[in-house]
């Protein structure tokens, strides 16, 4: 399994969660995240391309950018911050009561990441 797709695999159950961000193969273009609304009666009318992975390296920021996101919409109503411009920003926004948990899960994925990434 190449890198691109492992990092999909690690992060399916995030991807499943997301709906308005999605991978997928673009034939000649190679592998970019999607983002929009997909819905079965009108395939893709409402999506664009928001980024072409250039490498592994780039793809794995883009899903760790989406954990960060799916990570902050369960998690609102115990944040100070309704919404960020930057999602990162929420690395160093969190409650004293959330950095823990928080911390613990993003070095988890990071980990995941690099082990993924110098195979």
Known sequence: MDKYRELISIFSEILEKSKDYHIAYIYQVGYVSLIGLL???EQNAS???DEVFSSPESMA???LRNWRWQWFYENKELL???DYDDIRK???DLPDNLQEQYRQSISDWQSKIQNILRK
């Open 39 to 41: 819905s079965k009666e």
């Open 80 to 82: 100070p911050r309704k």
């Open 90 to 92: 929420l690395d160093s």
């Open 61 to 63: 920021e883009s899903l």
């Open 47 to 49: 999506m664009i391309v």
